[in-house]
Every structure is written in structure tokens, then in C-alpha cells.
């Protein structure tokens, strides 16, 4: 099971691999939903292994 799927269902987004550290990544528009949500995906990504969660304030950014 890939750590982004679990976050972003069908939603744009990803998760970054720094190290033991999970960077999520979700549009400037669900940030605030991921936020809202942040304990819930922290646990899923700690059960992968991680042991920090960093969601991005600026939200994803896809390359152009």
C-alpha cells in the first residue's frame, strides 16, 4: 500500500519520503480539511513506518 493513497484517496496529492519524516502534500484547497484530519493521517503513516508527519502549508504543487 503506497503512503499516498492513503491520504489522498482520489484527491490530488502525495507524500514525500524524508527520511524517517512523511511530508504530505495535498491541493492549496484541502489543506485545511488535511489539518482538520492530521491526527487520523498520522496514525495511518506511523503504521508505515514513519515517524513524523509534516503537511505542507502551501499544499501541492504539481510539476508543469
Do not use: N, W
Request: aromatic content about 4%.
Amino acid at each position: 500500500i503506497r503512503a499516498d493513497r492513503q491520504v489522498a484517496s482520489d484527491r490530488q496529492g502525495r507524500v514525500r519520503h524524508h527520511g524517517t519524516a512523511a511530508k504530505v502534500e495535498v491541493g492549496p484547497d484541502e489543506v485545511a480539511r488535511l489539518e482538520a484530519m492530521r491526527d487520523e493521517v498520522a496514525e495511518a503513516l506511523r503504521a508505515l513506518g514513519y515517524r513524523e508527519t509534516v503537511v505542507d502549508p502551501a499544499g501541492y504543487r504539481g510539476t508543469a
